[in-house]
């Protein structure tokens, strides 16, 4: 299965005002050309505005479709540039709601780790300009996926994103998401993929122990 990037896209943080209060944020990427250093838990250029909920080895990377951004601007009822969700790689040709958790993907000279799927937070509402856009956003099913770095390199739009590894548990990223977003009474199904990340075992555990708590986007 190989599907191929359409933009790689990355950001600085920044400053914004937002529902009567200033915050940083790194959401508004801009698409880069050439080759793009992939190494630690960023790519060359980008950096996380909050480290305690954003980025980090599980969410190193952050990929979104473009036929899932044509379903959107169906929705919306305009277009969407690459980068518009925060994502770092735009793709096609792969269908990233139905990835399963840890599969692999050899992209340019570097290889990734789906973790699992972005929940959104209050950013992605301020990038739309719309307040209620996060409860869209994870009603609509389509989150995109993190993943984590397992070989350094480098990569550029154009490039191949190959599937060449899936996992038999067959935990898909969409499914995460249903059962955070859905039915919370199956989070012991999310524990059978050894490879997701770190924070959704604590939560799906913590709901086991009969917790409440919520991941940050």
Same mark, same amino acid.
């Not at 950001?11 to 790194?26: F, Q, V, Y």
């Not at 990569?155 to 499914?175: I, N, P, S, W, Y």
């Given at each position: 299965? #190989?599907?191929?990037?359409?933009?790689?896209?990355?950001?600085?943080?920044?400053? !914004?005002?937002?529902?009567?209060?200033?915050?940083?944020?790194?959401?508004?990427?801009?698409?880069?050309?050439?080759?793009?250093?992939?190494?630690?838990?960023?790519?060359?250029?980008?950096?996380?505005?909050?480290?305690?909920?954003?980025?980090?080895?599980?969410? /190193?990377?952050?990929?979104?479709?473009?036929?899932?951004?044509?379903?959107?601007?169906?929705?919306?009822?305009?277009?969407?540039?690459?980068?518009?969700?925060?994502?770092?790689?735009?793709?096609?040709? !792969?269908?990233?709601?139905?990835?399963?958790?840890?599969?692999?993907? /050899?992209?340019?000279?570097?290889?990734?780790?789906?973790?699992?799927?972005?929940?959104?937070?209050?950013?992605?509402?301020?990038?739309?300009?719309?307040?209620?856009?996060?409860?869209?956003? #994870?009603?609509?099913?389509?989150?995109?996926?993190?993943?984590? !770095?397992?070989?350094?390199?480098?990569?550029?739009?154009?490039?191949?994103?190959?599937?060449?590894?899936?996992?038999? +548990?067959?935990?898909?990223?969409?499914?995460?998401?249903?059962?955070? +977003?859905?039915?919370?009474?199956?989070?012991?199904?999310?524990?059978? /993929?050894?490879?997701?990340?770190?924070?959704?075992?604590?939560?799906?555990?913590?709901?086991?122990?009969?917790?409440?708590?919520?991941?940050?986007?």
């Amino acid at each position: 299965m #190989a599907g191929s990037l359409v933009s790689v896209n990355v950001a600085m943080p920044r400053e !914004i005002e937002w529902l009567g209060r200033r915050a940083t944020t790194s959401i508004w990427k801009e698409p880069v050309s050439g080759r793009v250093r992939v190494a630690g838990s960023n790519l060359a250029g980008d950096e996380q505005a909050d480290r305690r909920f954003h980025g980090g080895p599980d969410k /190193a990377v952050y990929a979104y479709a473009r036929e899932d951004y044509e379903w959107w601007a169906e929705e919306l009822r305009r277009p969407l540039p690459a980068g518009t969700f925060g994502e770092n790689l735009t793709l096609t040709g !792969i269908d990233l709601t139905a990835a399963v958790v840890g599969e692999r993907w /050899a992209v340019g000279s570097t290889l990734l780790e789906i973790s699992g799927p972005r929940t959104p937070c209050w950013k992605i509402g301020a990038r739309m300009a719309d307040a209620e856009f996060p409860v869209y956003f #994870a009603a609509a099913g389509r989150p995109g996926a993190y993943l984590r !770095i397992l070989t350094e390199g480098e990569l550029e739009a154009g490039d191949a994103v190959e599937v060449v590894q899936r996992r038999g +548990h067959r935990l898909t990223v969409g499914e995460v998401a249903r059962v955070y +977003h859905g039915d919370r009474s199956r989070a012991a199904e999310l524990l059978r /993929a050894p490879e997701l990340g770190e924070e959704w075992r604590a939560w799906a555990e913590e709901r086991l122990a009969g917790a409440h708590s919520l991941l940050p986007g």
